[in-house]
């Protein structure tokens, strides 16, 4: 099994800027793609960033040149780095990992979410 651990979550004001963490660990053989998507109340879940294990990325349109993520593979962590927040940024984020476990079977994990609210 492999287990993610989120951080970095919070209340901004718009115009902030919060970082988000998530750091996976278990029984992980392997690591390939690692992104964020985010849940508004009353909206569906919807992709904001992912990162492939040679380091390409594709992000929303709705966050592209406010936010970057980026992934340290030695400590199996992804990061978000959210700037010029907006009150429509106010949502539930998820990290995700696509990983391989020590008995090679391959899934998407999901972590437990972290809150981001941002007021105006």
């Known amino acids: 099994q492999v287990q993610l651990a989120e951080s970095g979550g919070g209340l901004v004001q718009a115009g902030g800027s919060l970082r988000l963490s998530c750091a996976a660990s278990g029984s992980i053989f392997s690591i390939n793609n690692m992104g964020w998507y985010r849940q508004a109340p009353g909206k569906q879940r919807e992709l904001v960033a992912q990162i492939s294990s040679s380091g390409g990325t594709n992000y929303a349109d709705s966050v592209k040149d406010r936010f970057t993520i980026s992934r340290d593979n030695a400590k199996n962590t992804v990061y978000l780095q959210m700037n010029s927040l907006k009150p429509e940024d106010t949502a539930v984020y998820y990290c995700?990992?696509?990983?391989?476990?020590?008995?090679?079977?391959?899934?998407?994990?999901w972590g437990q979410g972290t809150q981001v609210t941002v007021s105006s």
């Open positions: 995700t990992v696509t990983a391989l476990d020590t008995v090679l079977v391959g899934r998407l994990y």
